[in-house]
C-alpha cells in the first residue's frame, strides 16, 4: 500500500511539474510572441490619430465600429460579428465660453468643458455669483438662503494620500456625478466643478453626470485646475465674485451603434465562454489613447498572439470592443442583456479600461473560493512584476463586464496599472497617443493573455 501510494504522489509530482513547465513555456512564447510581433501600439495609432474622437451616437463611433471589426478580422478571429445597441446621442455643440468677474470688473478667461449629459445653458450664457465648497455637507449648511440664484462651484480636490489614483477619483466623482442636481435642490442656477485629476493644468475634464429628475436641471462645466485655483483665489480675496458660463449642448434621440465582438471558438467546451474587453468609445474632447483605445488594442491583440501560435482555447474567447461606456453604458447592459436571453454561460469577464500604463495585477471581483486558486497562478505574473491581485467582493472588473457580474456572478478581471498618471489626462484633450508606452501597453496584453490561457486551461 505504502509503495502504491508513493508512486501516486511521485507520479502526481511529476504530471504536476510537467504542467507547470507545460505553461512557463506556453506563457513564454505568449509573451515573445506580443512582444516582439504585436500590432496593438501601431493599431492604437490608427484608431487616435485616423479616427480621432469617437463619443457614441457620432459618426467617428461608426467609423471606430467598422474599424475594429476589420482588425479582428485581421488579427484572425474565428468569427467577428456586430451586436446591435441603442445609445444616447448628446452633443457639445461650439466651444463653451467662461470667464470670471472681479469685483471691480475685471474679467478672466478660463477653461472649462461641459459635462457629458448635461443642458446647454440660455444662449447668451448665465451670470451669476458663485458660492464655492468642498463637500456636498457644506453645501447643506450653505441651504438654501445662501445658494439660491448662484453658481455652485464644487472644488473638492483629489485627496493626494490615495497612493491608488483611482481611488482618489473615486472619491472626488460624486462632485462631477450628482453635484449639479445637489446644488438644484438649493436653488442654484449653474454648477462647476474641479477636473477630476490632481495635474495642474489648464486642461478642462470632461465626464457624465446624472440628474435627478425631480430637480431642476441645470447647466454643469467642468473648469480646469489652473481656473480652480484661480477661481478660488478670487473668490476667497472678496466673495462677490461673478462667473459667466455659456454652453451649447444637446442629447438628442438615441441612435444606432454596436458593441465589436470576435471570437476564437473553443474545441472542447465552445458554449463556456471568456470574455475580455475594453470600450470603442471616447470622449468628444479627446482621441481617447489611455481610456480606452489602450484597452480595445490590448484586447484584439490576445487575438493575434493566440492564432499566430496557434494555440486553440478549450472555451470560446469573445473578445468585445464594448460601444457606450463614457455615457451610458448601453454596450455593456446589451451584451449581459443578450446572454440571459441565450442562457450563455461566462467562465469569467475580464476589462482593460486603467489606461495603458504598467500592469501590476488584476483587481478580482470572485468568490473567496475562486480568489483562492487566481492565487495560485501568482508565480507565473511575477516575472512580468504584474502580481498584484487584490480580492473585491462584488466589483473589481470593469463598467462594461459590471453587468455580467450582476446578472451572473460572473467572475470579474480587472487589468490593473500603476495608474499614476492616468488622472493626467482623463477624459481631457492631453489624452493622445503620445502618452501611451508602447511597451507598457504590450506587457498589459501579455498580463491579460496569460490569465487569459489560465482560466481557459483550468477554469475557476
Ligand atoms: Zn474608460
Redesign the pocket.
Known amino acids: 500500500m505504502k509503495k502504491i501510494s508513493l508512486i501516486a504522489i511521485l507520479s502526481f509530482v511529476c504530471f504536476s511539474t510537467n504542467a507547470q513547465t507545460k505553461d512557463s513555456i506556453s506563457m513564454k512564447r505568449i509573451f515573445n510572441e506580443t512582444l516582439l510581433n504585436g500590432n496593438a501600439y501601431q493599431w492604437l495609432y490608427d484608431l487616435t490619430e485616423n479616427i480621432g474622437p469617437r463619443l457614441a451616437g457620432s459618426k467617428e463611433a461608426g467609423t471606430a465600429v467598422e474599424w475594429a471589426k476589420q482588425k479582428m478580422i485581421e488579427a484572425g478571429a474565428d468569427s467577428v460579428y456586430l451586436e446591435p445597441v441603442m445609445v444616447p446621442h448628446w452633443v457639445r455643440g461650439p466651444k463653451e465660453n467662461a470667464y470670471i468677474i472681479e469685483a471691480g470688473g475685471n474679467k478672466q478667461t478660463v477653461q472649462v468643458i461641459a459635462l457629458g449629459n448635461s443642458v446647454a445653458t440660455p444662449k447668451d450664457g448665465i451670470t451669476a455669483n458663485i458660492i464655492e465648497v468642498q463637500t456636498f455637507d457644506e453645501l447643506e449648511k450653505f441651504g438654501r438662503a445662501m445658494v439660491e440664484g448662484k453658481i455652485v462651484f464644487f472644488n473638492h480636490p483629489f485627496d493626494e494620500r490615495f497612493v491608488n489614483t483611482f481611488e482618489a477619483y473615486g472619491e472626488a466623482v460624486q462632485y462631477r456625478w450628482k453635484g449639479p442636481s445637489e446644488a438644484a435642490r438649493y436653488g442654484a442656477v449653474g454648477s462647476i466643478v474641479r477636473s477630476m485629476t490632481n495635474a495642474i493644468d489648464d486642461y478642462p475634464h470632461t465626464g457624465s453626470m446624472r440628474y435627478n429628475d425631480s430637480l431642476p436641471k441645470i447647466p454643469c462645466i467642468a473648469i480646469s485646475t489652473v481656473g480652480a485655483n484661480l477661481l478660488s483665489k478670487i473668490y476667497k480675496a472678496n466673495k462677490d465674485v461673478k462667473f459667466f458660463m455659456q454652453t451649447n449642448c444637446e442629447m438628442k434621440d438615441s441612435v444606432l451603434s454596436y458593441n465589436v465582438i470576435g471570437e476564437i471558438r473553443g474545441t472542447e467546451k465552445p458554449k463556456e465562454y471568456v470574455v475580455v474587453g475594453g470600450?470603442l468609445d471616447s470622449w468628444d474632447n479627446c482621441k481617447g489613447a489611455h481610456?480606452?483605445g489602450a484597452g480595445i488594442v490590448q484586447s484584439i491583440q490576445i487575438i493575434k498572439t493566440l492564432k499566430a501560435l496557434n494555440m486553440q482555447p478549450k472555451r470560446t474567447i469573445r473578445i468585445i470592443a464594448f460601444m457606450n461606456?463614457?455615457n451610458g453604458l448601453r454596450g455593456g447592459n446589451k451584451y449581459a442583456g443578450e446572454a440571459k436571453l441565450k442562457n450563455e454561460k461566462h467562465v469569467m469577464a475580464m476589462e482593460s479600461?486603467g489606461g495603458g500604463e504598467y500592469p501590476r495585477g488584476f483587481s478580482c471581483g470572485m468568490t473567496r473560493a475562486q480568489f483562492e486558486k487566481v492565487q495560485g497562478w501568482l508565480k507565473y505574473f511575477e516575472p512580468f512584476d504584474a502580481a498584484k491581485f487584490s480580492f473585491q467582493e462584488g466589483g473589481g472588473g470593469g463598467a462594461d463586464i459590471g453587468p455580467l457580474q450582476t446578472m451572473f456572478k460572473t467572475a470579474q478581471f480587472g487589468l490593473n496599472t500603476t495608474g499614476q498618471r492616468y488622472f493626467d489626462v482623463h477624459h481631457a484633450a492631453s489624452d493622445v497617443f503620445e502618452k501611451v508606452h508602447a511597451q507598457e501597453l504590450n506587457l498589459g496584453s501579455v498580463v491579460m493573455a496569460t490569465m487569459v490561457y489560465l482560466v481557459d486551461k483550468y477554469g475557476l
Open positions: 470600450h481610456d480606452d461606456e463614457e479600461d
